[in-house]
């Protein structure tokens, strides 16, 4: 009897999984760069942040001063309200990202697992010419739908996630730290009996530290950020050139004084998008302040130019 192409078809599918599995960075990236600019954002929206020193020095000697602080305080909760929402939904995204990748490796392998005991049956039936027939009737040649069952895979995961409410997920969390938010309690997971309680948070006063140039400094090269990339295990960033040299040699230990990250590898960082704006960002301040600086040289030199020709053209009566 006629039998369809299936290992082809399984075959075909395999490898569709392989090249999307490939591209998980890809998928997460545009997310990456929406958390990197909201976690700046946090800083600068944050308790004595450069927004609100910002909003607050402009009307400082106004006889309106007290309505303007009122007005301003209302707008930053406004906008931090906003950024946490718009952080809790990159953390949904980000578990959809999770479930889907998921889904589909496993969808990936129990289809090798199947074509791989299929291969078994068809050998040992070539032993056995006298049962072939049957065991080919047994052969299940229908064309499999791999799209149902992506979907069928992803229910599942999705039921036997944690029940963990996404403002307990990492990323909601540093954003509330970075706002000037920090829980002195541990929130109540969503379904708990306690989950009516009031969260009790604790306000951490946010002095907005000066930048320092060695903050932007790679520990391995010494110079400025290029190409960055933080290390999912210690958490330090490195340029991906010097990270490059640094695994040449027979030293895997982290650059970074104090660190106990001794295997350091490739699989453990990815690409910093936060680094990479914070980068930009000093280098336009050093623009700004030499831009400034030279501004002032020359108001500086242009005045003594008119000192020096007007005590020129003075006459000494004595």
Same mark, same amino acid.
């Given at each position: 009897m006629p039998r369809?192409?299936?290992?082809?078809?399984?075959?075909?599918?395999?490898?569709?999984?392989?090249?999307?599995?490939?591209?998980?960075?890809?998928?997460?990236?545009?997310?990456?760069?929406?958390?990197?600019?909201?976690?700046?954002?946090?800083?600068?929206?944050?308790?004595?942040?450069?927004?609100?020193?910002?909003?607050?020095?402009? +009307? @400082?000697?106004?006889?309106?001063?007290?309505?303007?602080?009122? /007005?301003? $305080?209302?707008?930053? *909760?406004?906008?931090?309200?906003?950024?946490?929402?718009?952080s809790e939904g990159n953390v949904m995204k980000m578990r959809e990202i999770d479930r889907i990748v998921k889904a589909v490796g496993d969808v990936r392998d129990e289809v090798q697992q199947k074509d791989f005991e299929e291969q078994q049956r068809s050998r040992e039936s070539a032993q056995d010419s006298s049962g072939q027939d049957e065991i080919i009737e047994d052969i299940d040649t229908s064309l499999p739908d791999y799209e149902t069952s992506i979907m069928l895979k992803i229910e599942q995961i999705q039921e036997q996630e944690e029940d963990i409410d996404v403002q307990d997920e990492d990323f909601a969390i540093e954003i509330r730290n970075r706002l000037g938010e920090?829980?002195?309690?541990?929130? +109540? @997971?969503?379904?708990?009996?306690?989950?009516?309680?009031?969260? /009790?948070? $604790?306000?951490?006063? *946010?002095?907005?530290?000066?930048?320092?140039?060695?903050?932007?400094?790679?520990?391995?090269?010494?110079?400025?950020?290029?190409?960055?990339?933080?290390?999912?295990?210690?958490?330090?960033?490195?340029?991906?050139?010097?990270?490059?040299?640094?695994?040449?040699?027979?030293?895997?230990?982290?650059?970074?004084?104090?660190?106990?990250?001794?295997?350091?590898?490739?699989?453990?960082?990815?690409?910093?998008?936060?680094?990479?704006?914070?980068?930009?960002?000093y280098q336009r301040r050093l623009e700004q302040e030499k831009a400034q600086l030279s501004q002032f040289e020359e108001e500086e030199l242009g005045e003594a130019d008119e000192e020096g020709a007007v005590t020129g053209r003075m006459t000494v009566i004595e």
């Open positions: 369809r192409n299936v290992h082809g078809t399984s075959d075909a599918a395999v490898h569709a999984a392989d090249r999307y599995l490939a591209k998980e960075s890809e998928y997460r990236s545009g997310i990456r760069q929406i958390q990197a600019s909201a976690a700046l954002l946090a800083e600068r929206l944050a308790l004595k942040g450069d927004i609100e020193s910002a909003l607050l020095q402009h +009307k @400082k000697d106004s006889d309106e001063f007290e309505t303007h602080c009122q /007005e301003a $305080e209302s707008f930053l *909760n406004e906008q931090r309200r906003r950024l946490k929402t718009l920090k829980e002195s309690k541990k929130r +109540k @997971k969503r379904g708990s009996a306690a989950a009516d309680d009031e969260e /009790e948070l $604790e306000i951490v006063r *946010n002095h907005g530290a000066q930048e320092q140039e060695s903050m932007f400094k790679c520990p391995i090269t010494g110079r400025l950020f290029e190409n960055p990339v933080k290390n999912s295990v210690c958490g330090h960033v490195y340029s991906a050139q010097g990270l490059k040299h640094l695994l040449k040699s027979k030293n895997h230990q982290c650059p970074v004084a104090g660190c106990t990250n001794n295997k350091l590898t490739k699989d453990q960082v990815e690409d910093d998008p936060e680094t990479v704006m914070k980068v930009r960002r």
